[in-house]
T-cell receptor
Framework: QQQVKQSPQSLIVQKGGISIINCAYENTAFDYFPWYQQFPGKGPALLIAIRPDVSEKKEGRFTISFNKSAKQFSLHIMDSQPGDSATYFCAASPGYSSASKIIFGSGTRLSIRP | DGGITQSPKYLFRKEGQNVTLSCEQNLNHDAMYWYRQDPGQGLRLIYYSQIVNDFQKGDIAEGYSVSREKKESFPLTVTSAQKNPTAFYLC????????????FGDGTRLSIL
């Protein structure tokens, strides 16, 4: 119930292509879904986040698509660039809780080939 | 610049030794967290604190201890009871509340000698 399942584990995309990472959850109490980007030797940094009251959120080349009925959400990176090569984590949180615990997916290592 | 500082960047532990990882933040955040990161397993919560002088166990607290005597500081001690301590340890903070993003430090990599 508390898990967030992320796929694929690794992904290779050509420069200029679309990178897609998928996540699924079970706990219907989750209502905050952030994505984090992590470069080697660094801590994760918030990339983009969505609440379930919208089906899509776009920030620049990054888009989250959210399907509440299927309990799935995905990150799309348009026009992928070598600088996007990093590990991406989806996450979920029961936002109403003051504990603000976040459950992270297992991560996707993305490599963009020039 | 505001941020989270973790030290040291690399740490080595001998058998039977306790080691302490430092985490300091100047973001004026109420909540602080410690995570452990192992390859292919994402981030797992060790301990978290929502306010000074109070903290709660996360999912993998066994073999670890923390203190929160100051708002800015949340040190993590890896005790000799933690039999598999080799990992990348990440500290984070947030304003508190479930909708606030967490801000991470750059981690400490702990290895066994």
């Amino acid at each position: 119930q508390q898990q967030v399942k992320q796929s694929p584990q690794s992904l290779i995309v050509q420069k200029g292509g679309i990178s897609i990472i998928n996540c699924a959850y079970e706990n219907t109490a989750f209502d905050y879904f952030p994505w984090y980007q992590q470069f080697p030797g660094k801590g994760p940094a918030l990339l983009i986040a969505i609440r379930p009251d919208v089906s899509e959120k776009k920030e620049g080349r990054f888009t989250i698509s959210f399907n509440k009925s299927a309990k799935q959400f995905s990150l799309h990176i348009m026009d992928s660039q070598p600088g996007d090569s990093a590990t991406y984590f989806c996450a979920a949180s029961p936002g109403y809780s003051s504990a603000s615990k976040i459950i992270f997916g297992s991560g996707t290592r993305l490599s963009i080939r020039p | 610049d505001g941020g989270i500082t973790q030290s040291p960047k690399y740490l080595f532990r001998k058998e039977g030794q306790n080691v302490t990882l430092s985490c300091e933040q100047n973001l004026n955040h109420d909540a602080m967290y410690w995570y452990r990161q192992d390859p292919g397993q994402g981030l797992r919560l060790i301990y978290y604190s929502q306010i000074v002088n109070d903290f709660q166990k996360g999912d993998i607290a066994e073999g670890y201890s923390v203190s929160r005597e100051k708002k800015e500081s949340f040190p993590l001690t890896v005790t000799s009871a933690q039999k598999n301590p080799t990992a990348f340890y990440l500290c984070a903070s947030s304003k508190g509340g479930g909708l606030q993003p967490q801000h991470f430090g750059d981690g400490t990599r702990l290895s066994i000698l």
